[in-house]
């Protein structure tokens, strides 16, 4: 089957230049310093390229080991459609957060350092060496659709034999370093505002990386669908809403309880600005979810399945950004707001991402094949209506 | 034993040669600062400054008090910054007391920097290759026997070098000696663990800029974590290893169930 040749969409050429300006950008950060080309300073250390591209990156890389646990330890093969995406998307997500880092670390040449300067009682050695860990996981565990590309059949062999201790590891790390986000951050108890502090921070951070696993994973699949042709089964993405409020209403019940014990439940109404922030979160990431997906007519529907999972990870986004800037303090007469050179580097990053993610799905087996046909039908059904006009 | 320093702000006239003698003693350059009409300069403590006096308007009992602190690291007995530094270049002399960084080991995470509940270590944000960078409580000069440049320096002895415990001691006898000059507490003796630095102060330690802090050292909710972690995993492996075994079994006996019926269907035939 021909299929004939097309200019590159408007699409793929803006995603193109946001990583040009991106690699413009890395390149004067390394000439001129971190100083120059970002609004960090000493009141404030860390700014979006920890708080997005790093906090958030990871858990919205979570669908990785969340979808492998559903399919290949729970064994439900209903969603094996949707778990090499997933895993697909995870192993991008952990590389944009090593790239994120090898900008934002102060000297990113001395980044292995890590592995041979042991500090065990750093919450952040941990999340390194997990890190570190899971991309040569998620790596194998995606191997195989480079492998089956290639017809390289005894990799592929070999790969398959470790396939489940691969996965279990792969869910024991995840479950080690999304947990261990949140564990760094109890390092600062008079810092961190006490509407987010709490010992139980770490499983805070666990739970809420399932769910927004879960919600990437129908965002992924309904984006895929829109810009690539192939549609996912409604009823496996309702089958993944379904479980989302079930997640979510249990880290509601955390949260407001780990308030309650401390005492603070009454902050979410005096503690001005933070409340305000506090309730955004939760309205977004967990009432609107909620709401929508408790009723099975939404879970049916492509678009209130993407709005209720969007809202998830937009809920997640600034549950994120509030623990790591907005509730963080900082020093006294410091304000921070990114510098255009941080947001480049940050949108620069995913757009690179989602160029990778494209291509990938273009030369590799990545969705079920009968999808594939999908999109190839719909190219020559295009040609074909574009000859007769 | 730890050594500690002892600073009491009604001693102090904010002459500010301690600045002076830190920036000497450690090669720091001066910054270029501008007047907003505060005597601090600098006004705040970066890779360049480690050490500053702060002046701040006190009104006390309808008197205007001007009080001066002098910040710099407090070499905390249980630091943050070394708990949290992931390749442990911050690392604590217990014998002498200082917090002492390692250029060679850092990467330049700024964890740390989060880490320091009184804010204290600072980036070299205008450099291509950065360090962190605070006060050493010149280790160096105490592995020589001296005593830190900025105590060397002070004209009014506001700083008095010694062993913790016995300045705890002295300024315990010097708030007894004076009840209506003092605020009966000395910061540093307990918060966060306690610190080497140890303040004395005649006005609220709030209002010079002296957060009230938990005597809990801050790294004490990440190691009760940690300390979970190695259960946490093996416990997801067993977990998850038994509902792989678990599943695949069930899928095993359906699977034989459906098979049978097959045959007993084809034997029917």
Redesign the interface.
């Known amino acids: 089957m021909k299929i004939g040749k097309r200019s590159l969409p408007i699409g793929t050429l803006v995603l193109g230049f946001l990583v040009l300006v991106f690699i413009g950008v890395a390149i004067f950060r ?7 080309a970002s609004n ?4 404030r ?2 700014g979006i390229w920890i708080g997005f591209d790093l906090y958030c990156g990871v858990a919205l890389a979570a669908g990785g080991f969340t979808l492998a ?1 559903i399919v ?4 439900l093969e209903k969603y094996h459609p949707v778990v090499r995406p997933a895993i697909l998307t995870a192993f991008l997500g952990y590389m944009l957060v090593a790239f994120a880092l090898l900008i934002d ?4 040449w ?2 292995w ?2 592995v041979i ?12 060496w997990c890190v570190m860990t899971y991309l040569a996981v998620l790596a194998l565990e995606f191997s195989p659709a480079v492998f089956e590309k290639l017809h390289w059949n005894v990799p592929l062999k070999y790969i398959r034999m470790i396939q ?1 201790p691969l ?2 590891a792969g ?2 790390i995840s ?2 370093h999304q ?2 986000l949140g ?2 951050l ?6 961190l505002s006490p509407l987010w502090y709490t ?1 139980i921070l ?1 499983v805070l951070f666990l739970v809420s990386a399932i769910s927004v696993g879960l919600a990437m994973v129908i965002v992924e699949s309904s984006l895929s669908g829109k810009a690539l042709g192939h549609k996912v089964d409604v009823s496996l993405l309702g089958g993944l809403a379904k479980a989302i409020p079930y997640i979510l209403g249990f880290y509601l019940i955390l949260k407001l309880g780990a308030l309650l014990a401390a005492g603070n439940l009454g902050l979410i109404f005096t503690e001005y600005p933070e409340n305000l922030y506090w309730w955004l979160e939760v309205i977004v990431g967990v009432v609107v979810p909620v709401v929508l997906f408790t009723r099975s007519s939404m879970r049916q529907s492509r678009t209130w399945l993407f709005v209720g999972a969007g809202s998830v990870v937009l809920g997640l986004v600034i549950n994120r950004f509030n623990v790591t800037m907005l509730a ?1 303090r900082m ?3 410091t304000s921070y707001f990114p510098s255009w050179m941080e947001f480049a580097v940050s949108i620069g990053l995913v757009a690179g991402g989602v160029l990778v993610y494209m291509l990938a799905n273009r030369f590799l087996p990545v969705v079920e094949h009968h999808e594939v046909h999908d999109e190839v039908q719909q190219e020559v059904h295009h040609e074909e209506a574009q000859e007769t006009a | 034993m730890p050594k500690g320093v002892l600073y009491d702000n009604t001693r102090c006239i904010a002459c500010r040669a301690c600045q002076v003698a830190c920036k000497s003693w450690n090669g720091n350059p001066g910054e270029e600062t501008q007047n907003h009409g505060t005597y601090e300069n600098p006004t705040k403590l970066s890779a360049k400054t480690f050490t500053a006096i702060r002046f701040r308007e006190v009104e006390d009992d309808g008197k205007l008090n001007w009080a001066f602190a002098k910040v710099q690291c407090m070499h905390c007995l249980h630091p943050g910054c070394k708990a949290a530094c992931p390749v442990a270049a911050l690392q604590k002399d217990e014998e002498n007391g200082p917090v002492v960084y390692d250029d060679t080991r850092c990467f330049g995470c700024r964890y740390c920097m989060l880490a320091c509940p009184f804010e204290i270590p600072t980036f070299q944000w205008d450099k291509p290759v950065p360090w962190i960078r605070k006060c050493t409580f010149c280790a160096d000069r105490l592995g020589g026997g001296l005593e830190p440049a900025c105590v060397k320096t002070c004209p009014a002895g506001a700083l008095k070098f010694g062993e913790r415990d016995d300045l705890i001691a002295e300024a315990r006898s010097r708030i007894a000696a004076s009840p209506d000059k003092y605020i009966d507490h000395i910061y540093g003796e307990k918060e966060v663990g306690g610190t080497s630095w140890l303040y004395l102060s005649d006005v609220p330690f709030e209002d010079l800029g002296f957060r009230t802090l938990s005597d809990e050292r801050v790294d004490a909710n990440p190691q009760r974590v940690l300390k979970t972690v190695p259960w946490m995993f093996a416990g997801v492996a067993a977990l998850m290893g038994g509902l792989y075994w678990f599943t695949k079994r069930r899928q095993k006996m359906s699977q034989g169930e459906s098979g049978d019926r097959e045959k007993e269907e084809e034997v029917a035939k």
Not at chain 1, 30 to 36: C, D, H, I, R, T
Not at chain 1, 105 to 108: F, R
């Open positions: 390394y000439w001129k310093g971190l100083g120059a960090m300073s000493d009141g250390g860390w646990a290949y330890i729970f064994n670390l102060g000297q990113p001395y980044i350092h890590a300067y042991w500090n065990i009682h750093s919450p952040l050695f941990e999340v390194a489940i996965v279990i869910i024991v479950t080690g947990s261990s564990s760094m109890l390092m600062t108890p008079d810092k010992p770490n963080m020093r006294p007469d």
